[in-house]
């Protein structure tokens, strides 16, 4: 088991955001998960990646405990993520906002960069493995265009490539067609089956209910910060407590 | 590509050219030492660079750790009977570890938060050094004596041409380094840095080290060329002139903080023929300047660089 | 917006040109011209005590200049000062001597800041760039270092310690708490103070020293003083807070008495808080007091600047004409050495006939100007005009 | 113990003064993001006012508190229009605006009343003694001043349409835009306010001490510590950081080491906001 959570609970002050939810993510599938608005979904993806500290509950990630840990300690274990509201470097080529997504991954310290020794290897690698994500995502024609004047979609695409560009084992991907628009989710959809294919479980938050059907192996549903149901996209879909709870207009129409 | 290397290091040759021969161009003596002033101040500013300009955190402590290296410096001198040299780089070192201390403190705070506490750091500092007799040397102060071969004002110059190149080769070496990028990406999003795995405290204790570090080998040279200290080398004023010298000459460019420190530190040097106004004209300069050229010299001026290669490309396109 | 850049562009530009161009032009000199030269504090928080030592050069070069300059042989030279700010900063004054030495020609350096003075000393024996150091502070100690360009006119402070002393303890004081400025200066005067009075068997109660140039409020320094039952506070530091510390522990209850140190003025402090408030001071006598021309001076300095004169302006007045008479008589304005050599020649400058008194001058540069302490006692300085030719008790 | 009770008081007295200057400043930073170093100098400015005033024309004391607490409200205003072009940007850029700002101020201070310190006469220098206490009457007016000035802001704030929408600014901002608050004119309202609450404090402590161009600079350096121990933008921080402070100096003074008693408020205040990175009140990051 790639990811395993267990009685995960987060209150903020009286409100409990993520209430006891376990949780399982398989490597090399894709997991859904979907809920109404503030049903906590993105809570849950913020103490998965150490964002934020859950309040009771354990997280492991290969079997290890990372309950607690920081983001950037979760991160070089192999969970890389995407944020909402596409986070990325703003002021900053598409090609350096890769290369510091890949900076985890190499060693090189204040004193290489006087002596560029093995910085020049590693350098050459961190370039390399910049322009096979960007050319992954399908960015490599812009790799010198500064990441904030992109379009939505490719800042989404940008995202989800600097996700990967640290090999990571299994990706959090936080509503990667939100504000995108419906021309471009189907070239979205391909890239994260892309994923799958490359051996890199994916965890997705999705409010497109067929495109999350479709996609996952497995769904996980949330309302009110309590999972509701919990299987494969044609068990949920017939689970009466979802339908009541959510899908109902939403899935028929 | 070699033309645009030529235009890329072109401006760079030249200064470097000049500032090579500069003292046998016919430049007064007094000039000499003011530019000496300017190249000490502009490794300091190089050094609030790093953690402001490339880092993002706005350290008002710079001017206290240029005292604690130029204090250090005469402590290892006169106390402990240490070679200069081997003084200098203990003074430099220690500089850091105390950055590393104080670090470890300010960095849980963010924004202005760490500014404040940086900035009561640079008082304390300042307030220790004058009321601690053994460290200040009381009302001699504390002399500093250095190696005979710099006595001259002309080899001074070039001790300090050398350690100025010495810190803006580091500085480029940063900017575009891996390590660099880490810092860069602190300043930019720290949330998004976090969750890409790059340690933030880290680099920026890191980051501060290294300025720190700068900041006490400029104090150090400082104390050299003036061959004196006085409590006024710690000063928190001290930190604002090298913000003033930053912002003026562009945060985060390579080239800003010498611009900005050559410019205005010969500008008030020059404006002391006014006496008393100068600090009136001085301050609406500053204003002005600040707000109608937010990114400094450097930044204005690339900026406008852009516009004009851009407005020539959209000519040769059409 | 592009407008308005350009505009504060021009601004900007045309501001520094201007400031270049008008330093430049006051730059060009006359061809019989000799240039005195003076960094001090003129701006930020010292300029009030620069400026006063200003005031006093510029008023001996006036009358210097109105007297035909400075006569050698058949020729003479106009005498013109050169004053650059230097806010009480050692790198700015190193600068500022530097620039007055080689650029402007300056052999004779004015300086009133004893911290700008040290690091001068590394610098004014340099060859082909020599200059004279007036060092007007009364930390014996710049002359020290055998440096043979530097000539300090006021008295050391060490010598009032002792007089301090004797006077008070004649009071029948014998508990003092100290409540001075903190740094160097301060410290060394309460180590000096501090010794005097111990061996003379009095205790000290308290130290409780304050930062006079950051402070505006002296009451809880004062408070914990006084917790300490002291017959006398030793005080001083710029003389307007030192005022202050006067009026403060007086409205707190204390009714002893008040050492005050030679940076404070006794009659500056008079003139901020008035002189019912000043009983039972001790310190330096008021400038107008000991010498018999002062009051000559004192007039028409008030004419001219419309403020009361100051041992700063009294002093460095008769230095500079001092230096004058020393320059006539080596028969060069331009060699530092053969100027200072002359100064022992022209002495002794007789307080009837200038502000102060300067008898005489040792070889170390240390000259000797007789003193005067006073102690405020019904509303009158007393004592004031008793001088105490303090070298002569020297061991 | 009586010793302490006067140490207390001290403590107070500065806090007062602290905590006025320091409310102006955490409205400015915490409601509009500008680090307005050169707030302690137009306290400075106030204190000269008031000196000209009531030295140099002879207007009764409490006359020239007023007129100059109004002169300093329209000042607010001006200082308003020097900083908008920098509000929204770093920082940084507005505290150098502020030093700009501050350096002028200084020396045409220094340049109009000359570079000596000016004297206010004390309006009431009585002294009171009680329970082993000492102090001037007009410490006492401060103090309780200091108090009323508190308690009109916190009903201005509270109880008037223009004060509550300097609370909803502070809270936020984008959320007041949208609601019709505009953002403009609150500001300049809370220029207005600081600056008077800055005149306000320099007139009644004023007369304690003498006045001079470079009087508030550690003033404004303190009360910059204070609003940061507080927690920017909140006002019962201030309040609260402002006695916390003068009285950590006074009992600093009294029982540990008068010359190092900044050192030992600063060390504390590091170690409180290493403990508490937002300061004391401070929720929001």
């Given amino acids: 088991m790639l990811l395993k959570i267990e009685s995960l609970t987060k209150r903020f002050g009286g409100l409990v955001a993520v209430d006891g939810i376990d949780m399982k993510v398989e490597a090399g599938s894709i997991v859904g998960i979907v809920g109404p608005n503030g049903a906590g979904k993105t809570t849950l993806f913020n103490l998965m990646s150490g964002q934020l500290k859950p309040t009771s509950g354990r997280i492991t990630f290969e079997g290890v405990d990372i309950t607690g840990s920081k983001p950037f300690r979760i991160a070089r274990l192999g969970m890389g993520r995407t944020f909402q509201n596409t986070s990325l470097f703003d002021r900053l080529p598409l090609k350096i906002n890769m290369a510091i997504a890949r900076r985890m991954r190499t060693q090189s310290g204040f004193f290489d960069s006087l002596v560029p020794l093995r910085e020049r290897e590693e350098e050459a690698d961190v370039a390399r493995r910049a322009g096979e994500a960007l050319e992954f995502v399908g960015l490599a024609g812009s790799a010198e265009s500064i990441a904030g004047s992109l379009p939505q979609i490719a800042k989404k695409r940008l995202a989800v490539g600097m996700a990967l560009v640290g090999e990571p084992k299994l990706v959090l991907l936080d509503e990667p067609t939100g504000g995108v628009g419906a021309g471009d989710i189907s070239g979205m959809i391909e890239l994260i089956c892309q994923i799958k294919d490359r051996g890199v479980a994916v965890c997705v938050i999705e409010h497109k209910m067929r495109m999350v059907m479709g996609l996952s192996d497995r769904i996980v549903v949330l309302n009110f910060g309590r999972k509701i149901a919990c299987g494969t996209p044609e068990e949920v879909s017939g689970d009466p407590e979802v339908i009541k709870a959510y899908l109902g207009s939403g899935y028929s129409a | 590509m070699t033309a645009e290397n030529l235009r890329k290091y072109g401006v760079f040759i030249a200064a470097l050219a000049v500032a090579c021969f500069l003292p046998y161009i016919g430049i007064s003596k007094f000039m000499l030492n003011v530019i000496i002033y300017a190249g000490i101040f502009s490794i300091a500013t190089m050094s609030l660079n790093i953690i402001m300009g490339y880092t993002g955190q706005v350290s008002l402590a710079q001017g206290a750790f240029y005292g604690i290296g130029a204090y250090g410096l005469a402590i290892l001198t006169n106390k402990a009977g240490l070679n200069f040299w081997m003084a200098m780089l203990l003074a430099c070192l220690i500089t850091a570890f105390v950055g590393l201390l104080i670090g470890l403190l300010a960095f849980r705070t963010k924004g202005p938060y760490f500014i404040i506490v940086t900035l009561c750091f640079n008082f304390i500092v300042y307030v220790v050094i004058k009321n601690w007799d053994w460290l200040s040397g009381g009302v001699r102060g504390q002399k500093i004596t250095g190696p005979e071969l710099f006595a001259g004002r002309e080899a001074r110059y070039y001790l300090v041409l050398g350690f100025v190149l010495l810190t803006l080769f580091i500085m480029w070496r940063i900017s575009r380094s891996l390590e660099g990028l880490g810092f860069m990406a602190v300043r930019d999003n720290e949330p998004l840095a976090d969750a890409l795995g790059i340690n933030i405290t880290y680099t920026k204790i890191v980051a501060f080290m290294i300025s720190c570090f700068l900041a006490g080998l400029a104090g150090c040279l400082g104390a050299l060329h003036t061959g004196y200290l006085s409590p006024t080398s710690a000063h928190y004023l001290l930190s604002f002139n090298f913000i003033i010298y930053l912002l003026v000459g562009g945060a985060g460019t390579l080239y800003g903080p010498i611009v900005g420190t050559f410019t205005v530190y010969l500008a008030l040097e020059f404006m002391k023929g006014i006496g008393e106004y100068r600090f009136m004209i001085f301050g609406i300069i500053l204003i002005l300047v600040v707000i109608y050229f937010p990114r400094g010299i450097v930044g204005g001026l690339k900026s406008l660089w852009k516009k004009v290669a851009g407005s020539r490309q959209a000519e040769e396109g059409a | 917006m592009a407008t308005r850049k350009v505009v504060a562009l021009l601004v900007v530009t045309l501001m520094i040109g201007g400031l270049i161009a008008t330093c430049t032009s006051c730059g060009d000199t006359g061809p019989k011209e000799v240039v005195i030269g003076l960094t001090a504090p003129l701006s930020g928080g010292g ?62 350096i004015f300086c009133p800041v004893a911290t700008v003075i040290f690091p001068l000393l590394d610098i004014n024996e340099k060859k082909d760039e020599e200059f004279l150091i007036l060092a007007y502070t009364s930390i014996e100690m710049v002359t020290d270092e055998g440096n043979e360009l530097i000539v300090m006119p006021p008295p050391p402070f060490t010598v009032y310690t002792k007089l301090f002393t004797k006077l008070a303890m004649q009071q029948g004081w014998t508990r003092m708490a100290m409540v001075q400025t903190t740094g160097a200066y301060g410290d060394a005067w309460a180590k000096g103070m501090g010794l005097a009075w111990q061996t003379a068997g009095g205790t000290i109660t308290d130290h409780a020293r304050a930062d006079y140039y950051t402070e505006t409020d002296f009451v809880p320094f004062l408070n914990k003083a006084l917790a300490s039952s002291p017959d006398v506070l030793l005080i001083g530091g710029p003389s307007q807070p030192t005022a202050l510390v006067v009026e403060q522990a007086k409205s707190l209850g204390f009714e002893g008495g008040f050492i005050v140190m030679d940076q404070a003025k006794i009659d500056g402090m008079a003139g901020q808080i008035g002189m019912d408030k000043m009983e039972n001071c001790i310190g330096v006598a008021p400038v107008e007091a000991p010498f018999p021309a002062t009051p000559v001076f004192a007039e028409r300095y008030k004419k001219k600047y419309n403020e009361q004169v100051t041992w700063e302006s009294a002093i460095n007045y008769t230095a500079m004409i001092l230096l004058k008479d020393a320059m006539e008589s080596a028969k060069s304005v331009e060699d530092p050495m053969a100027i200072r050599k002359a100064v022992p020649g022209v002495l002794p400058m007789s307080g009837d006939e200038f502000p102060v008194t300067l008898d005489g001058i040792e070889n170390k540069g240390l000259m000797h100007m007789p003193s005067a302490i006073t102690m405020v006692k019904n509303g009158e300085y007393t004592l004031s005009s008793d001088l105490i030719y303090w070298w002569k008790e020297k061991d | 113990m009586s010793y302490f009770f006067q140490q207390l008081v001290n403590g107070i007295m500065l806090g007062s003064v602290y905590s006025l200057v320091a409310l102006g400043l955490t409205l400015i930073f915490g409601i509009l993001g500008v680090a307005h170093f050169a707030h302690g100098h137009f306290y400075m400015l106030g204190a000269f006012l008031v000196f000209f005033l009531s030295v140099s024309f002879g207007v009764p004391y409490w006359a020239a508190l007023v007129i100059a607490v109004a002169v300093f409200c329209l000042v607010g205003v001006g200082i308003e229009f020097v ?50 206490i000492t102090l001037e009457l007009q410490r006492l007016i401060v103090i309780g001043a200091a108090i009323v000035l508190i308690v009109l802001l916190h009903l201005f704030i509270k109880r008037t349409r223009m004060g509550s929408a300097i609370e909803a600014v502070a809270q936020d901002r984008e959320g007041a835009a949208l609601v019709g608050i505009s953002v403009n004119r609150v500001s300049i309202l809370t220029f207005s306010v600081a600056t008077g609450l800055a005149a306000a404090a320099a007139a009644l402590a004023a007369p304690l001490a003498f006045i001079a161009p470079d009087m508030a600079n550690t003033l404004v350096l303190k009360a910059f510590v204070i609003i940061v121990l507080g927690g920017l933008g909140s006002i019962k921080g201030a309040i609260l950081g402002g006695y916390l402070l003068g009285v950590m100096e006074a009992l600093a003074i009294a029982y540990i080491s008068p010359a190092y008693k900044d050192v030992w408020a600063f060390a504390a205040l590091i170690l409180i906001l290493a403990i508490k990175p937002n300061g004391l009140f401070g929720g929001r990051d």
């Fill in chain 4, 83 to 132: 900083y908008r072009p920098v509000r929204d940007k770093s920082d940084i850029n507005a505290f150098i605006v502020a030093i700009g700002m501050l350096l002028v101020i200084e020396e045409a201070v220094r340049a109009v009343w000359g570079t000596g310190n000016r004297r206010i006469t004390n309006p009431y220098p009585q002294v009171l003694k009680f329970a082993g």
């Fill in chain 3, 47 to 108: 300029a009030q005590y620069g400026t006063d030592c200003q005031r006093g050069i510029e008023m001996a070069i006036e009358d210097i200049n109105k007297d035909g300059g400075v006569k050698i042989g058949d020729d003479s030279y106009d005498v013109k000062l050169s004053s650059l700010d230097d806010r009480a900063e050692p790198e700015q004054g190193v600068s500022n001597a530097t620039r007055l030495a080689t650029d402007d020609g300056a052999k004779i």
